[in-house]
């Protein structure tokens, strides 16, 4: 079920609203959280069953090992660090059975003339991103840092809905607290409406603008065979729109539909394409997930408390351990890589003491992130070779058919005339869009602040109505979102 389908938006969701506040204002607490755990494990049953037994397994194996950490389950004498890596490699080892087992034997074939038989895993719903939030509690329970322990409250963390699929990643001590709180327990109308608002900014940002460049960025990567340097540009441009627009729009909506039941989920962007460095970007870009690395993997290496080439080569572990996670190909490893090579040129630059004009930083950076996403958006090295061809010119400049008779002398440099965007199925306008967008992500407000300054007025409930309604009058095929792949 997607959050951009008629079933869940006039279905589920006011189903599982209603019954979930009937019963709290019932006072039977314990029933309504035990019914937010049944419809969010429906929720995510409803793809495929099978991954359900993957879920549940994980999460009983979780609890036990979070609370024998604390000794509030069992008081067991083994060697909290002992335990805490037991549970570690459990979650990574689930992880890396499903979505990185024919990665695995695909090199050993490759490296070793084998033939072993590939296991063909289709990999369950959010277990990237469900063993990260689980492995995040076990580390803080191992450092003592979790204070709530009840099973239900727990299953509510680990299930709730919204942020099931594909986050944002929270923490422990960020959700147990509100699952907890009695004051979360009745409708606050307030909340309602702010989350109707921004989950229809965040369906509009998926139905209307990235299902929009999802078009030509297919067209540009898959099918076409080859690119000028306009259709080359317009393929990459219009991936690193969709994926931006795609990921912040379902953020947006889990957001939006967390705080209908009163929850506050942590923010996960904050116009990333505005940076102007590197480091800013991920400050900005998938907030929670950059949180982790930091939080796990940067700082247990020595974060910045060790010697520079030490800081240098944490930057670089991190960030391909991060390229890795979101997928299972060297180019999402390379994509990790050309990030952690980013930031290591960043900070020696910092060290330096060098500076740059904010206007060449932020073109400088926009850029670096747009070629990176081709890595990150090619199924085969040659598609990324093929766009990136194409966008330094070297399989030749087309200009429009309709500037032939004034620029002919330009055929004897290497130009051509003809259809610029005819092998991506696009037209002019698409460059319009690509324009406007720009504006839009460079001058515009972002959700962030709309949350903020949300008033229940005749202004907002005209804007909120033009969102949502523009969204569906648009919702003629319902396409997932790109991360559900991670």
Same mark, same amino acid.
């Given at each position: 079920m997607l959050f951009n389908s008629l079933e869940f938006i006039f279905a589920f969701l006011p189903i599982t609203f209603l019954i979930y506040f009937f019963l709290l204002h019932k006072r039977l607490i314990v029933g309504a959280k035990a019914f937010l755990v049944f419809a969010s494990l429906f929720f995510y049953s409803w793809w495929n069953i099978v991954y359900l037994p993957i879920i549940l397994t994980s999460m009983l194996f979780n609890y036990t090992i979070g609370n024998s950490l604390n000794n509030k389950l069992f008081n067991i004498n083994v060697n909290k660090q002992t335990l805490l890596t037991f549970g570690i490699i459990a979650n990574i080892s689930l992880l890396g059975y499903f979505k990185y087992a024919d990665f695995f034997l695909l090199n050993v074939n490759l490296l070793s003339g084998t033939n072993l038989e590939l296991l063909h895993l289709a990999l369950p719903l959010a277990i990237s991103f469900f063993t990260f939030q689980q492995i995040a509690y076990l580390v803080d329970s191992y450092r003592q840092e979790t204070t709530e322990y009840d099973f239900l409250n727990y299953a509510l963390f680990v299930t709730f809905f919204p942020q099931l699929i594909a986050?944002?990643?929270?923490?422990?001590?960020?959700?147990?607290? %509100?699952?907890?709180?009695?004051?979360?327990?009745?409708?606050?109308y307030r909340n309602i409406a702010v989350g109707l608002f921004i989950f229809s900014i965040g369906l509009f940002k998926k139905v209307v603008i990235a299902d929009s460049f999802a078009v030509w960025a297919t067209n540009g990567f898959d099918k076409a065979e080859v690119l000028n340097i306009v259709e080359a540009w317009v393929t990459s441009l219009s991936y690193t729109f969709q994926l931006y627009f795609d990921f912040s729009g379902y953020t947006d909506m889990a957001i939006g539909i967390a705080l209908l039941f009163?929850?506050?989920?942590? %923010?996960?962007?904050?116009?990333?394409?505005?940076?102007?460095?590197? %480091?800013?970007?991920?400050?900005?870009?998938?907030?929670?997930?950059?949180?982790?690395?930091?939080?796990?993997i940067y700082i247990p290496l020595g974060g910045n408390k060790v010697a520079e080439y030490r800081i240098l080569s944490n930057l670089m572990i991190t960030f391909i351990i991060g390229g890795l996670w979101h997928g299972a190909g060297w180019t999402f490893v390379f994509w990790g890589f050309l990030h952690g090579s980013a930031l290591v040129i960043h900070r020696i630059w910092k060290t330096l003491g060098f500076t740059m004009n904010s206007i060449l930083a932020w073109f400088i950076t926009f850029n670096f992130i747009n070629i990176a996403w081709i890595f990150f958006r090619a199924k085969e090295w040659g598609d990324a070779v093929k766009v990136l061809s194409g966008m330094l010119g070297l399989t030749g400049i087309l200009l429009p058919e309709k500037y032939a008779s004034k620029l002919s002398f330009l055929t004897n440099y290497g130009f051509e005339f003809g259809h610029v965007l005819g092998e991506i199925n696009a037209q002019s306008k698409t460059i319009i869009y690509i324009l406007l967008t720009f504006i839009l992500l460079l001058r515009f407000q972002n959700s962030i602040y709309y949350q903020k300054v949300f008033k229940v007025n005749y202004k907002y409930f005209f804007l909120l109505s033009f969102l949502f309604?523009?969204?569906?009058?648009?919702?003629s095929t319902v396409s997932e979102f790109l991360y559900f792949n991670f």
């Open positions: 986050g944002p990643i929270v923490h422990h001590k960020e959700m147990m607290p %509100q699952f907890a709180s009695r004051w979360n327990l009745v409708k606050n009163n929850i506050t989920l942590p %923010q996960n962007f904050n116009s990333p394409y505005k940076a102007k460095n590197i %480091q800013d970007f991920w400050r900005r870009w998938h907030i929670t997930l950059s949180r982790f690395l930091r939080d796990y309604f523009s969204a569906l009058s648009t919702m």
